[in-house]
């Protein structure tokens, strides 16, 4: 059951270096438990992957660094990832080479953080937990019947997600309580990976915005796939359609549209009043990957990377291809720059000519988000934080590394909320930074 923290006050005196030294490690422990929700002028949620609706990875919060571990939570089983294959070396044929998997959405247990918890789904054991994110200790665990690949949505109090098992659960956010549950499959089950798996698996994430919910089922056309829409609350009315293609990936939605990757291939649009197609976005039809993005004024649409390695932008509204970026693994775009991390490079790009304005030598390709004027990427065994600009125009050390951490593995996973950066990788590990605490 959930367990309430009251923030307590602590009034400094000038006489605290004669203190005893338990009183003064208590009354460390209180400035830094209070800084740690009270440090900044904003303070946000991260109630879904990469933040929002449109997956924009940016947060408009500042951390003050340097950050310290706060806390790790260490699961017992590291992630199961639906899909173990490596992709082949080389397209010979096509003249594409050093190809990457694209089917990356599972690597790590991802976060949603709001009101004050911390929750993750888990491929492994095919829960929903809850964490405290002060201590890091475990409030609640909800077991559904299959691999959990996606992070929860934290919407209204509730915590959405979906299963392996077919399902797409609505909680109580507080005490993990089932509120409503729905399979729109059948009950057939197939062994996948090891472990028990519906034929209509739920790999297309759950969106909520406002009182809407929207998911999507089903790998195997043949069998059936679904796209679904249902009042947030209760879990009724809507519609259930039928995707063009397997959805594979992180929904994202404008007012009147849905967009659903589809791993290997090229993502579909559907209009969000009935579920009918409205599209999609190509160049070749092996373009997309199970990574998009739409910038927070709706006009462009990122997604990759594709077969060639780029990652491509298109227009929202219409589907035109705009540009590329190769060898970019993830992007981020504020309404100046977008923001890229390749193999081997952070780059900066001015939005309106593509220019760049900066490309340094960092080796963080895994994640990529920002938090104020801080972008913080996540790398192999480290996590790092880079100043992207200040007072919103370009200036001198723009790009320059301010502060990096040790984590086990690759960090995949990244979020900013109320005070704090939180770190998933690989290794099942969830870590917790927040600021140091100086006397």
């Given at each position: 059951m959930r367990t309430n923290s009251v923030m307590k006050q602590a009034e400094v005196k000038n006489d605290m270096v004669?203190?005893?030294r338990a009183e003064m490690r208590l009354m460390t422990e209180l400035l830094s438990f209070v800084l740690f929700f009270c440090q900044n002028a904003v303070a946000e949620d991260w109630p879904t992957r990469l933040h929002d609706m449109h997956r924009s990875g940016i947060t408009s919060e500042s951390l003050t660094l340097p950050l310290t571990e706060r806390w790790t939570y260490d699961t017992p089983r590291r992630p199961a990832p639906a899909w173990t294959e490596s992709p082949a070396g080389h397209d010979y044929y096509h003249s594409y080479y050093d190809l990457k998997p694209r089917q990356n959405f599972d690597f790590a247990f991802d976060v949603a953080v709001a009101g004050g918890f911390v929750y993750f789904g888990s491929s492994k054991?095919?829960?929903?937990?809850?964490?405290?994110?002060?201590?890091?200790?475990?409030v609640w665990t909800f077991f559904t019947e299959g691999p959990v690949r996606f992070s929860p949505t934290v919407a209204n109090g509730r915590v959405y997600a979906g299963s392996d098992d077919g399902y797409v659960y609505c909680l109580d956010a507080l005490d993990g309580s089932l509120i409503w549950s729905e399979q729109v499959g059948g009950e057939d089950m197939i062994w996948s990976n090891g472990q028990m798996s519906s034929v209509w698996p739920v790999h297309g994430s759950v969106l909520v915005d406002g009182s809407d919910i929207f998911w999507a089922a089903g790998l195997f056309p043949k069998e059936g796939m679904y796209l679904c829409k249902r009042n947030a609350a209760d879990g009724n009315g809507g519609w259930t359609a039928t995707p063009m293609l397997p959805p594979q990936g992180y929904l994202?939605?404008?007012?009147?549209k849905?967009?659903?990757p589809s791993g290997k291939t090229y993502p579909t649009i559907y209009n969000r009043t009935n579920g009918s197609y409205a599209g999609n976005v190509q160049v070749d039809t092996r373009d997309g990957g199970c990574w998009a993005l739409l910038t927070r004024d709706e006009s462009q649409f990122w997604t990759g990377p594709s077969v060639d390695n780029q990652v491509r932008q298109f227009s929202a509204q219409t589907g035109t291809y705009v540009a590329a970026v190769r060898g970019a693994n993830y992007l981020i775009a504020d309404d100046t720059y977008a923001y890229c991390c390749t193999d081997t490079h952070i780059s900066k790009i001015q939005r309106n000519d593509c220019s760049i304005v900066w490309s340094l030598d960092y080796a963080y390709p895994y994640a990529i988000i920002k938090a104020g004027t801080t972008l913080f990427a996540g790398g192999n065994g480290e996590i790092a934080a880079l100043r992207s600009t200040m007072r919103g125009k370009a200036t001198q050390g723009d790009g320059m590394r301010i502060w990096t951490a040790p984590v086990k593995g690759k960090a995949y996973g990244l979020a900013v909320a109320n005070g704090a950066l939180y770190v998933s990788t690989d290794t099942g590990i969830i870590y917790c930074f927040s600021a140091t605490v100086r006397l």
């Open positions: 004669n203190r005893p054991s095919g829960t929903i937990n809850c964490l405290d994110a002060t201590t890091g200790e475990r994202l939605a404008t007012a009147s849905l967009f659903v």
